[in-house]
């Protein structure tokens, strides 16, 4: 893989979501799946909770921030369903890099395919940082994927980054098709040793 | 570390290799693909100019957005989104050789129904497919997970998946049901007891007595739900209930094979020795069935107990969730649940959608009707189940008492497909999330509970203990029990 795939860091703006336990039919509601693309999903992000009863967008975050590329969340962000819809259409809204207290893992994973680093940092920390994006929407955030922090505002912030996800982004192998595409012969080998796949 | 325990086997039997970011590439015995989270990663296979690794590995059916009324199943499907995400799903398979059980195949139903019934999971092997509830295939005492499309993407063109290893957490199941009492309620319990996210990063083994004192179809909704538990797998060691139910399944193997296999089968299963990072013990002698109350599968009761009091949760997250909960509910911490009203019954999912459910519900229907506030849906999570249950004429108990007896598919767990909650409707549910619009109306209410109670609660119109109608000599608790003791 080339190295123009590498992620050492990312930054610009944030956007707070704050809420606990946010789960993907929130972030992108079953209703707007029915593409056989990702193209629009964009679109969709947030759609319910960012609109009143009569349509109108509301004042939800994502409304007042736009064009921001860090999303700043809460504990167990991306619970529930599995679909890569949810990171897909934060991706495509502008959504570079997250940070938050905690994330479901197969969302974690997801972010992880679309080379999006996915921080955590602790309760007082996060809020924090909510706080002060209330007040600075054209402030900077980065996220440093080598170390794991989270730098704004002339503060520092230590954040956690998954050993792995930091390997895939700073080797730019998070694209793991590529990466698992040339092992053919091993997988053989380890198929061969599986009773149950020849005689299906 | 975890040691000799079926996962840790299962793993290194399929592991291929470590990848340069830590990660196993792990070989994928059992892909399963629907129409929603796949066309995306046939495209990228396309663009990339990869064929797909295992075709035979694969089997594909559709279930998110099939149709359940007869009528709005014949081509081209009057939704027409829906049309296109089904000739998708049909041309992909159809240019890569993969088997699929199509809406007039008389298998087609939900991935986690299909392949367990059809015999296609099996002990010891790894499952995968675009949905978290991959999980239900652990009850077979395999490691099935749910993955996103990036990953469908890596096991078209690889058969593998790059993956971390977990934590494994014995969960002891003390204890044994009472009438009206069942499988559903054993993990609505768990859940209830280690919370929401407490499973991230484990993997949950569930074993001690109430688990194997289960059917197939019991642990097959206990390992179902382990996601909603925020563990990403679930499993149940592979027992005699496993092998009996195996036997004479189309894709299971006959005769001397199936005790060749079964050599393996039980060669992966957790030795006596296995160390687990974590054991939890949870006691369900004399657990009443269980309810939600609020907006997240952990916030749940027995139906003996009365809304909790958002302060009394320690964390602070639960405090506020509370909150929410409640006020999306529209209710009072203190009340009971019973009597809570309803105007939906559903019952089927890859949850609650097999044979064994709708006999629990037909029990409970026969000579009674449903209430005249409530719209009430029976969906089989597969033609299969359909067909059985049509064999044993529980269809025309259903429909005598009210309810609408659908073909095959996900439904109203999530409401791709024309089923959906209208407005504030209070849906009583035998599916496994209850999120704010998940059942396709934001406004919707989702309670959560087993098929006996969805079915008592379709007769009272409202929640009510399933157990007045299972069993005279039963327990039950009604409202002002709960306040009483409240």
């Known amino acids: 893989m080339s190295n123009d795939q590498r992620i050492t860091a990312v930054g610009g703006t944030g956007v707070p979501i704050p809420g606990d336990d946010i789960d993907t039919d929130q972030i992108l509601p079953a209703r707007f799946m029915k593409e056989v693309t990702f193209d629009n999903m964009a679109g969709y992000l947030f759609y319910d909770a960012r609109r009143d009863e009569d349509g109108a967008l509301n004042d939800h975050p994502l409304n007042r921030f736009e064009g921001a590329s860090i999303a700043v969340v809460n504990q167990n962000f991306g619970c529930g369903s599995s679909r890569e819809h949810a990171p897909q259409a934060m991706m495509r809204w502008g959504v570079d890099g997250v940070v938050g207290e905690s994330f479901a893992e197969i969302f974690r994973d997801n972010c992880k395919s679309l080379g999006i680093p996915a921080v955590t940092a602790d309760h007082e920390a996060v809020v924090a940082l909510q706080e002060w994006l209330q007040d600075n929407p054209d402030g900077d955030i980065e996220i440093d994927v080598e170390d794991g922090t989270i730098s704004y505002d002339n503060r520092t912030v230590e954040g956690h980054i998954d050993s792995a996800m930091q390997e895939a982004l700073l080797g730019g192998i998070w694209d793991t098709t590529a990466l698992m595409y040339s092992n053919r012969a091993k997988v053989e080998r380890t198929v061969q040793d599986l009773p149950y796949v020849e005689s299906n | ?486």
């Open chain 2, 1 to 486: 570390m975890s040691k000799h325990t079926l996962y840790d086997k299962v793993w290194e039997r399929h592991r291929v290799t470590e990848l340069p970011n830590g990660q196993d590439q792990l070989f994928v015995g059992l892909h399963l693909i629907h129409e929603v989270t796949s066309p995306q990663a046939f495209a990228m296979l396309t663009e990339r100019d990869i064929e797909v690794a295992y075709p035979e590995r694969n089997y594909a059916t559709t279930d998110h957005i099939a149709p359940t009324e007869a009528a709005k199943r014949e081509r081209p499907l009057p939704d027409e989104e829906a049309e296109e995400m089904l000739s998708a799903l049909e041309r992909n398979v159809a240019e890569n050789d993969i088997t699929f059980f199509g809406l007039d195949s008389g298998k087609q139903g939900i991935t986690h129904v299909v392949a367990p019934e059809l015999g296609l999971s099996r002990p010891g092997m790894t499952v995968a497919c675009g949905d978290s509830h991959t999980s239900t295939h652990g009850a077979f005492g395999s490691i099935g997970v749910g993955v996103g499309t990036s990953q469908i993407r890596d096991i078209l063109a690889t058969g593998c998946i790059a993956a971390e290893k977990q934590q494994v957490r014995r969960i002891e199941v003390e204890g044994s049901l009472g009438a009206g009492v069942y499988a559903k309620d054993i993990i609505l319990k768990i859940i209830q007891d280690l919370g929401v996210d407490g499973g991230v990063g484990h993997v949950y083994e569930y074993g001690g007595p109430a688990i194997r004192e289960l059917d197939m179809e019991g642990r097959l909704a206990v390992c179902n739900m382990s996601i909603e538990g925020g563990a990403r797998a679930g499993y149940i060691n592979p027992d005699e209930t496993t092998y009996e139910y195996l036997r004479g399944r189309e894709y299971a193997p006959e005769g001397e094979a199936f005790d060749e296999r079964r050599e393996y089968w039980d060669s992966i299963c957790s030795d006596e020795d296995a160390v687990y990072d974590d054991v939890v013990t949870v006691d369900v002698d004399d657990m009443d069935p269980m309810v939600t109350w609020g907006i997240n599968p952990g916030q749940v009761v027995e139906l003996s107990e009365p809304v909790p009091q958002p302060d009394s949760f320690v964390a602070r997250s639960d405090r506020e969730a509370a909150e929410r909960a409640l006020e999306h509910m529209d209710l009072d911490p203190g009340e009971s649940m019973l009597g809570y009203d309803v105007d939906v019954a559903f019952l089927g999912t890859c949850t609650n959608g097999r044979v064994s459910d709708f006999e629990v519900a037909a029990e409970i229907l026969d000579g009674r009707t449903v209430d005249e506030s409530v719209r009430a849906l029976a969906v089989p999570g597969s033609e299969t189940v359909r067909k059985r249950c049509e064999a044993r004429g529980l269809d025309e108990t259903f429909i005598k008492a009210g309810f609408q007896w659908r073909r095959a598919g996900c439904s109203m767990c999530l409401a791709m497909n024309d089923d959906s909650l209208e407005g504030g409707e209070v849906c009583a549910s035998s599916s496994n999330r209850n999120f704010v619009g998940r059942q396709g109306s934001k406004e919707g209410r989702t309670v959560l509970m087993s098929p006996a109670m969805v079915a008592a609660a379709a007769v009272a119109g409202e929640v009510t203990d399933p157990r007045r109608f299972v069993d005279d000599a039963a327990r039950t608790v009604s409202a002002t029990d709960v306040e009483v003791a409240e």
